[in-house]
Every structure is written in structure tokens, then in C-alpha cells.
């Protein structure tokens, strides 16, 4: 399984059992910084913690800003990390870096976007997940799966039309990032900023050969998110337990294992 798909499992595990859920998710960064945007951190009601954004710089930080959150003011926050002669001493990258963070609480509709949105990454299904920062809905999401659109932003049809259509073409780039539109939701202006969280059908690895170097490979690049195919053309080879765990097998031309 993806780290993807492992937190999509988490994800959707906490928010069947009907679970208080508050999310860090990483939106912007400059500079140095330990993860790319779209990494998220889940806390839930219990202060339990699922993932990083990070990698442990500032997760303390979240964390602190999500108990907040629960305990008072359930309004969406947009909280920035990192070192400057200001920050010196506080809390910040060891990297040096700045990152964007907006913790939000996930319910009502937003709730049942991401539900739908995990199912769909645990599938391996194409899925890009929109998340509003700003005005009064600020933490509402949209999701495209499979072409097809599920929630909305809360600030018109125009908004989410726009994100939409956008979202359906970061599907072949495979990379998250922050757009901005309009107060009236139109592609021009930049009053609303949007993040858009990308998960895009797995790149492919072929390894032809059966044999040691291919069982070695293997489980170091589906770790890293490729779906690997080990074709090879003896099919007592191929069968072999230490292939099956992290590949999809296949004899050339005559047997395909998934």
C-alpha cells in the first residue's frame, strides 16, 4: 500500500466512525521544505495523530493549533512555520524553509467529499481534491473522481465550475497546487485562494526478469509509488511469493497476475 493510500485508509476509517476530525494540510511552501504540498496531518477528537507535514519540524505546532480549534472557535486557519531573525528561537524549519498550513476542521459536506475522495485513492482511482482558504467557507472542499464532481466550495456555481475544470487538467501534470479566482469565481483575479490536492493514477515500472535484482527493486519503488509490473516469460518464476507482495506479475504475452 501508498503512503497515499495509507492515509486515505486512515481518513476514511475516522470519518465512518463518525470521529471529530481536524486536518493540517500543507498548501504552500518556499524555500526549503521537507515535504511537497498535499501532505497532509490528521488529529481527531482524542488528540489521536495520523501523518505529517513536515516530516516533525512543526507537527507540536499543529497539533497545538487543531486543539485550539476543538476547543473553541471551529473556524478554518491558515498558519505559517519557518526561520527568519524574527522567528530565531520559535518555532520554524530546520531546514530553513516557510510553509502554509491550513488546519480545518472536516464535517458536514466536506466530510463526505473527503469520505468519497479516500475511497477513490484507496481504489487507485483519479481523484483531486479542492480545498477553499479564504472568506467564510474557507475549508470547504470539492472533489473530481473519476470525472465526475462531488461537494463544493459554498461560494458559487461559478467557483466550482472553474475549480472543476481546472482540476480535470492537474490530473496529467500529477502535482498539487494553490490557484486563486475571483470573488465571483472566475479564472481572472486572485481574491480566493485554492488548493488543489492531487492524486494521480500511479506512474508504471516494467521489470523484465524474475530474478533477484527485480525482487529487490521492486518493493523500494512501490514504496515510492510506482505500480510494478515484473514480466517474465516462466511462469513458475514469476509465481513466486517474493514478487506478489509489492507487483503485479505477468509471463510475456501469456499470463498476467494481479
Excluded at 223 to 229: D, F, M, N
Aim: proline share 3%; glycine share 12%.
Amino acid at each position: 500500500m501508498t503512503i497515499a493510500a495509507a492515509r486515505a485508509s486512515v481518513t476514511a476509517q475516522w470519518l465512518t466512525e463518525a470521529r471529530t476530525v481536524v486536518a493540517g494540510l500543507l498548501v504552500d511552501s518556499a524555500g526549503s521544505a521537507p515535504l511537497e504540498p498535499g501532505a497532509v496531518m490528521l488529529i481527531d477528537g482524542e488528540h489521536n495523530v495520523e501523518g505529517t507535514v513536515t516530516g516533525g519540524c512543526v507537527e507540536a505546532a499543529v497539533l497545538a493549533e487543531a486543539q485550539e480549534l476543538l476547543a473553541g472557535d471551529r473556524s478554518a486557519r491558515l498558519v505559517s512555520y519557518g526561520i527568519s531573525d524574527q522567528l530565531a528561537g520559535d518555532v520554524g524549519l530546520m531546514c530553513g524553509g516557510l510553509v502554509h498550513i491550513l488546519v480545518h476542521e472536516i464535517s458536514g459536506e466536506s466530510a463526505e467529499t473527503e469520505l468519497a475522495a479516500a475511497r477513490a485513492v484507496i481504489e487507485e482511482r483519479p481523484v483531486v481534491v479542492a480545498t477553499l482558504l479564504d472568506g467564510e467557507h474557507a475549508g470547504a472542499k470539492l472533489a473530481v473522481i473519476d470525472g465526475g464532481v462531488t461537494g463544493g466550495l459554498g461560494a458559487g456555481a461559478l467557483l466550482d465550475a472553474s475549480v472543476a475544470r481546472d482540476a480535470r487538467g492537474l490530473l496529467d501534470t500529477g502535482r498539487s497546487v494553490l490557484r486563486r479566482y475571483g470573488a465571483d469565481g472566475s479564472t481572472l483575479g486572485s481574491d480566493l485562494r485554492v488548493f488543489m490536492r492531487v492524486h494521480a493514477p500511479r506512474p508504471q515500472m516494467v521489470l523484465f526478469g524474475a530474478i533477484d535484482f527485480s525482487a529487490a527493486l521492486a518493493p523500494m519503488a512501490a514504496e515510492l509509488g510506482y505500480a510494478v509490473t515484473i514480466c517474465d516469460a516462466r511462469e513458475t518464476f514469476v509465481r513466486s511469493p517474493r514478487f506478489a507482495r509489492s507487483t503485479r506479475s505477468s509471463t510475456s504475452r501469456r499470463y498476467w497476475r494481479r
